[in-house]
Antibody
Framework: EVQLVQSGAEVKKPGESLKISCKGS????????IGWVRQMPGKGLEWMGI????????RYSPSFQGQVTISVDKSINTAYLQWTSLTASDSAMYYC??????????????WGQGTLVTVSS | ETVMTQSPATLSVSPGERATLSCRAS??????VAWYQQKPGQAPRLLIS???TRANGIPARFSGVGSGTEFTLTISSLQSDDFAVYYC????????FGGGTKVEIK
């Protein structure tokens, strides 16, 4: 079964750093891109960026460029989303997702279960 | 950046009725549009890709049409399991989502 399993919920303080993970299984991890999607409370979906698991080539939405870092460790089939200094506005559910085909731009047909990030003093 | 605009924001429909959801792109995205369903507390689920191709396991009551800038998702006969939020997404010019349409019980 193809699946993405994300790390658990996080509660952090403003200014702290954070790295959440997304582990792929059931397919050849290095053949696909992995994207990250934010969903703020009660709001819609926002594409943040995407990384190719084979060589770490990455792309960011202009809205998130410089705000987060996407990385991958192909030795353990895991992608990451990282912040160096969190703010309250980073409180959201974050999903990783895999495109339907081994291409940069396609529909996401496999989704992680989501990681809830809460930033509060 | 291509903006995707969905309408209406909320659609009230009775079970068994047809639901028609619209999505407009700010520029030509060819047929590079997907539709997703999201229920409370769940990750989105892919329904349609390529504007009209149902994903694996998606019932035939879901259908998509459109190309260029105008797209439509139709649910032919709403079942209780279909009340959810629906998002369109374009993947022609990077990746952007519409704001969503909530389909609620009338």
């Amino acid at each position: 079964e193809v699946q993405l399993v994300q790390s658990g919920a996080e509660v952090k303080k403003p200014g702290e750093s954070l790295k959440i993970s997304c582990k792929g299984s059931g397919y050849i991890f290095t053949n696909y891109w992995i994207g990250w999607v934010r969903q703020m409370p009660g709001k819609g979906l926002e594409w943040m960026g995407i990384i190719y698991a084979g060589d770490s080539d990455d792309r960011y939405s202009p809205s998130f460029q410089g705000q987060v870092t996407i990385s991958v460790d192909k030795s353990i089939n895991t992608a990451y989303l990282q912040w160096t200094s969190l703010t309250a506005s980073d409180s959201a559910m974050y999903y990783c997702a895999r495109p339907r085909v081994a291409a940069l731009r396609d529909a996401f047909d496999v989704w992680g279960q989501g990681t809830l990030v809460t930033v509060s003093s | 950046e291509t903006v995707m605009t969905q309408s209406p924001a909320t659609l009230s429909v009775s079970p068994g009725e047809r639901a028609t959801l619209s999505c407009r792109a700010s520029q030509d995205v060819r047929s590079n549009v997907a539709w997703y369903q999201q229920k409370p507390g769940q990750a989105p689920r892919l329904l349609i890709s390529g504007a009209s191709t149902r994903a694996n396991g998606i019932p035939a009551r879901f259908s998509g049409v459109g190309s260029g800038t105008e797209f439509t998702l139709t649910i032919s006969s709403l079942q209780s399991d279909d009340f959810a939020v629906y998002y369109c997404q374009q993947y022609h010019d990077w990746l952007t989502f519409g704001g969503g349409t909530k389909v609620e019980i009338k």
